[in-house]
C-alpha cells in the first residue's frame, strides 16, 4: 500500500523491506520509502532501488551515517571488534534470528550496530530465546574484554538492554525458581513507584533475591558470550578484518563468515521446580494444512 505509485526499479524486493521493519507501523513503513525517493532524488536517479531502501531503513532505525575515516584507526578497529562481538554470540546461539547486517559506520550517537532481524512475526518469546539475547548484547563488551583487556564506555546501552530483560524475566515472566510465578513488578513494568517514593510491594528480603537473580542471569549471559568468542576466536577476526576493508556487511557475506562457527551448547533444561518434572511426550505435531498456509504468506 505504501509503495503504490512510487517508481521502483524492476528487481526491488519489497519482501526484505518486511523481514527488516517489524514491528514498523504505517507511518514508519511510509517514512522508509519516502527516505528511499529523497536518495535517490539528491543522487539524479529516477528509480528507486534496493540500496535506497537499505540507506533508508538505516536511517529510520538508526539516524543519518556519518563518515567513520574521521575517527581514529584504534578506535574504528575497537568498534568492529565490539560489532563482531555482537554478531558473532548472535550468530553462535542457539534461537537468534539470522544476523542480517553489521556495520563500523557510525549513525546518530552510535558508532556502529548490528541487526538481527526475526523471519517472521512473533508475538512471545521463549525463556532461551531471552537469554540468547542477553548473550549477544553481552557480545561486544566481552570481545572488547577478550581482544584488548581493556573494554570501554560503548558498551553501557548493551549492559542496559541486557539488566532490563533480566528484570523482566525475574520480576514479570516467572523465570525464577527461586521466586516462582509471580508478577513482582507493578503494572507500569516498575517495581516501586514514581521518584521511588511509592512503597513496594515485596519485603526486603525479596528484594534481595530479585537483585540476586538479576545479577546472576547477566553474569550467565557474559559467561556464555565469553565462551562463544574464546571458541571462535579465529572467527571473529576473519570477521573484523572484512569490516575494516567494508565497512559494511551483509547477510549473504556473513553467512560465508560464520560458515564454519563453532555454535554454543543446547542449554541444560529448565525446570520451575524440581518437583515438577517436565513431561517426555512430544507435542502434536503441526498440520500439514497449516504448513503449506504458513509457507505461503511468508513466500
Known sequence: MHAKGKPFVPDVDLHMVAVRTPGFTGADL???LNEAALLCARAGAQLIDNRAIDEAID???AGPKRVSRGMALEELRNTAYH???HALVAAAMQNTDPVTKVTILPRGRALGYTAV?????????SRNELLDQMAYAMGGRVAEEVVFHDPTTGASNDIEKATAIARHMVLEYGFSSRLGAIKWSDEDNQDSGLDGLQARKYSDKTAQIIDEEVLKLVERA???????IN??????????RQLLEKETLNEKELAEIFANIRKAPERELWLSDEHRPVSSQPPVPIPESLQ???SAQSE
Do not use: F, K
Open 117 to 125: 532481524m526475526p523471519t517472521q512475526d512473533r508475538y512471545s518469546q
Open 292 to 294: 503449506n498456509v504458513s
Open 83 to 85: 560489532e563482531g562481538g
Open 222 to 228: 557474559h559467561t556464555e558470550a565469553w565462551e562463544v
Open 30 to 32: 511510509a517514512n522508509v
Open 231 to 240: 571458541n571462535n576466536r579465529d572467527v571473529l577476526d576473519e570477521l573484523v
Open 59 to 61: 536511517r529510520v532505525q
